[in-house]
């Protein structure tokens, strides 16, 4: 069944402490996307990755981190310099045409 | 640069009236435009798209959009609402850099 799977669901996590947020897809999609979504802001684009070994920072990648070592795989650090890290995050690939997206279910990061 | 604009933040209506929800674009070019929606903590799924030819576009759930070039907007259409549709909404705009512009979103609420 071909799809992108994020983990966990929800992430708790300490003041001060990084965490990483799984993205996994067997689309066979060469680019991969990190957004955070924040109530009344939409989605604002964190880093992308259009092929392996290679990534972009978006627009707000101050305090997070990437790789892209596998094309199936694309993990988030959030890291302790990130200020407000609390927020739903989203993963996604585009299969290469028309920049058209497909999303993964999503993790919830809270920090306590 | 590209933007989105949803003028709407909220909207309320009842079960079998007709919808519409708002979205213009600002770029240059003819743009790739995309519908989505999300139900609360879940990712988002693509209800239709435009890339070029026919303005009117058919999508997902019963839903419609029309591409207006020279009014900028992607306005999306319902004939008759149902209670399943209550989510958020969510427009966006492409252009040949792999990446999406979003707008904030309209939250939908159906009434029985």
């Known amino acids: 069944d071909g799809g992108i799977t994020q983990s966990p669901k929800y992430l708790f996590r300490k003041e001060g402490q990084n965490v990483t947020l799984s993205c996994e897809q067997n689309?066979?999609?060469?680019?991969m996307y990190w957004y955070r979504q924040d109530p009344g802001q939409g989605l604002r684009l964190i880093y992308y990755?259009?092929?392996?070994?290679?990534?972009q920072k978006g627009d707000i990648a101050e305090g997070y981190s990437v790789s892209r070592e596998k094309k199936e795989s694309f993990p988030l650090t959030v890291t302790s310099a990130q200020k407000n890290p609390t927020a739903f995050y989203l993963c996604?690939?585009?299969?290469?045409?028309?920049?058209?997206?497909?999303f993964g279910p999503g993790t919830r990061l809270t920090v306590l | 640069a590209q933007s989105v604009t949803q003028p709407d933040i909220h909207i309320t209506v009842s079960e079998g009236a007709s919808l519409e929800l708002r979205c213009n674009y600002s770029y240059g070019a003819t743009p790739y435009l995309f519908w989505y929606v999300q139900s609360p903590g879940q990712g988002l799924q693509l209800l239709l798209k435009?890339?070029?030819?026919?303005?009117l576009v058919q999508g997902i759930k019963g839903f419609e959009a029309e591409f207006k070039r020279s009014q900028s907007s992607f306005n999306l259409r319902k004939p008759s609402v149902h209670w399943s549709d209550a989510a958020e909404y969510f427009c966006a705009v492409g252009d040949n850099t792999d990446k999406l512009i979003f707008g904030t979103g309209t939250r939908l609420q159906v009434f029985p």
């Open positions: 689309l066979n999609h060469d680019a």
């Open positions: 435009y890339f070029s030819g026919d303005t």
């Open positions: 990755s259009q092929i392996v070994n290679d990534f």
């Open positions: 996604a690939t585009n299969r290469g045409s028309y920049n058209e997206q497909f």
